[in-house]
């Protein structure tokens, strides 16, 4: 899929021959993201879009490429507060149980291993630490990333938005000339009844 063009065989011969390709290119898809995810996303913007012409399909490609963007930008703001998370505990793990130890339960915790994530809680019961404070403090230790991640999300959702803009812009230019136009047909049919009217009389 990855491409907003019309099956070819819509178009009429002689029409076919004139359409120069469009450089749409590939899904800008990062190592190890879901193709199909993208293509799904791709059919269900197109479908309830619609795209009218060239200008409204390439629209519809920059909002699928800018939605799939910010979805991946909250995604590795999610990750960065896990590495932070993970971070956090070690960090407090180390005065506790030294430096090789509280990686490697660090490391368990963060995998969900039972008997890691029960050695955990007892070493912070016992030293009175809270576990809801990892959170806390993991989002401070990566907080200047997240920021960034947040200003990339914020422009790209404006970036989306302004072209949700143009498409509406380009609909009301297109739905006024074509007011225009058949305002224009009318008064043409009008005049040749009327001279038809006359020249009966």
Known sequence: MNSLIPDASTYAPAARENLAPVPFGPAPLAEGEDAAAYDELLLRISSAVRPADIFEEIWVRDI????WEVLRLRRFAACLMTVGARRALELDLRPLVGY?????????FAARVPAAV?????????NGI????LAAKGLGLQLDSIERVDRMTMAAEARRNAALREIDRHRTTLARRLRAAVAEAEADVVAVEGEVLANGM
């Open 64 to 67: 699928v490429d800018l939605t």
């Open 100 to 108: 090789d130890q509280a990686q490697g339960l660090a490391r368990g």
């Open 118 to 126: 029960s050695e955990v809680a007892e070493h912070f019961a016992a």
């Open 130 to 133: 809270a576990m809801e404070n």
